[in-house]
């Protein structure tokens, strides 16, 4: 009998790459249908067709169900096609920005303006339906959905707008579910003061023992349920896979690199601290030591837009191929290659760890209110960071002295620097061998039972 599983990926791509190495195994195991779900159509269209992670879910899905703008959802064979399914136009984008600011914004005290946000919204997706009507892309029949044997996930993110559908639809199916990062929850999100209902239909595959209580309290999840694993994408024989791909597509052009790992200006990291952090980070890597920099920018930036002039203005259009270059390929594939990472703020940096390269984090949390407050975290010097620096899995730093420092001992200590980060990977996470093939067992074994 061949079972037919879902992945539901929310809150976006990244839930693939937590699944995808288990998928493998599952796929392995025969008899096993898994489709790709997609809530939010910016899912599918922030990530790039080229990339290594792009490709090799492709090479692991079967059929791809997805909601385009228009809120209707839909059916491909391929991710693929689905990306190119979804009709997103930058006018679309525009009303939709300017729809929010007037029924959401401060704009939506005014009646007559809030009313004219929600017909905005209502125009633009009926001219984006009618643009799918004429693509003839292919409704999902949710009746052939009635079946299902069980969805892998994570359950946290269950309650998302987006996700309200699903959850009616699939409210008595099995879940399995797994964080969407390698990070250190526990510290922020498995935090609460009363213990919720129980969840029986959960079982959970935790990275670390320190997440047990708060899965039990917070989310409701049975202790039986709970299977501390570690991380399965840290597996070796995934990571290998990964490196040895034909790397055709995504060829690396320097021999000896720093990866940056990158992410979108933001509220904590603002245009004018980003240009500032990023302009260091050249002066020091590449000017100071004469090292190349290969950047994978994060799905959510844009080279088209104040991002992508970030990066063009700081690093140089001119420098481009020389000193400096994008990337598309596997943040694995760039971890193992490079000399070190610097980020911004990324979980990647516990990726690398798994394959013992370390990160410079750069963030300058000072001084913004939202960040810098009573109840925020504080590294040994009292500075406002965020979770990867306070348990110091990164060498952090939110100044230029502290960066030239950081590539100081990384390239004349590097062995005693590296051990340092490892020995609190090691202390923070469960180390398994073998987590995507335990993982898949033991869905096989509950579906199984059911």
């Not at 595959?205 to 989310?219: A, P, Q, R, V």
């Not at 690199?257 to 002066?283: C, D, G, H, M, Q």
């Not at 340092?420 to 074994?445: G, H, M, P, Q």
């Amino acid at each position: 009998m061949t079972r037919h599983i879902l992945l539901w990926c929310s809150p976006g791509f990244s839930e693939v790459d937590v699944w995808i190495p288990v998928i493998k195994k599952l796929k392995e195991k025969g008899n096993i249908k898994i489709d790709f779900i997609f809530p939010e159509p910016s899912s599918l269209l922030l990530e790039d067709t080229s990339s290594d992670l792009f490709n090799i879910a492709e090479q692991f899905s079967d059929d791809c169900i997805y909601k385009g703008c228009s809120d209707r959802w839909f059916i491909a064979s391929t991710l693929t096609e689905a990306r190119s399914g979804i009709k997103f136009t930058k006018t679309y984008a525009r009303i939709q920005s300017l729809s929010a600011r007037l029924t959401k914004g401060k704009m939506s005290k005014f009646f007559l303006l809030k009313v004219i946000g929600k017909y905005l919204l209502i125009v633009s997706k009926y001219l984006i339906r009618i643009k799918e009507n004429l693509e003839k892309n292919t409704l999902n029949n949710w009746d052939l959905l009635n079946n299902i044997d069980g969805i892998l996930c994570d359950f946290t993110k269950e309650n998302k707008s987006g996700n309200k559908k699903l959850k009616h639809k699939f409210k008595d199916v099995q879940k399995f579910s797994m964080f969407h990062g390698a990070t250190p929850h526990w510290e922020r999100t498995l935090k609460c003061d009363f213990y919720v209902k129980e969840r029986p239909d959960v079982a959970v595959y935790s990275m670390s023992d320190l997440e047990t209580n708060g899965y039990k309290k917070c989310f409701g999840v049975l202790e039986k349920n709970i299977v501390t694993v570690g991380v399965p994408k840290h597996d070796n024989d995934w990571i290998e896979f990964l490196i040895n791909r034909p790397q055709s597509a995504n060829k690396i052009e320097f021999d000896s690199f720093v990866f940056l790992i990158a992410r979108p200006a933001s509220p904590y990291n603002t245009v004018e601290r980003k240009r500032k952090a990023l302009r260091n980070i050249y002066n020091v890597i590449c000017i100071k030591h004469g090292l190349k920099l290969v950047v994978k920018k994060h799905p959510k930036e844009s080279l088209s837009g104040v991002d992508g002039e970030i990066y063009a203005e700081v690093l140089g259009l001119e420098n481009y191929g020389k000193t400096w270059v994008y990337s598309n390929c596997h943040a694995f594939v760039l971890g193992k290659k490079a000399i070190f990472s610097v980020s911004f703020y990324s979980g990647i940096a516990v990726d690398l760890l798994a394959i013992n390269k370390p990160t410079i984090e750069y963030l300058d949390l000072s001084n913004l209110d939202l960040y810098d407050n009573n109840n925020s975290l504080r590294d040994k010097h009292g500075e406002p960071v965020f979770e990867y620096r306070y348990l110091n899995l990164v060498l952090g730093t939110s100044s230029n002295s502290g960066l030239e420092k950081h590539v100081d001992s990384l390239l004349n200590q590097h062995k005693e620097t590296v051990s340092l980060l490892r020995s609190k990977y090691e202390e923070y996470f469960k180390l398994s061998k073998c987590a995507s093939e335990i993982v898949a067992e033991d869905i096989c074994n509950r579906l199984r039972k059911i």
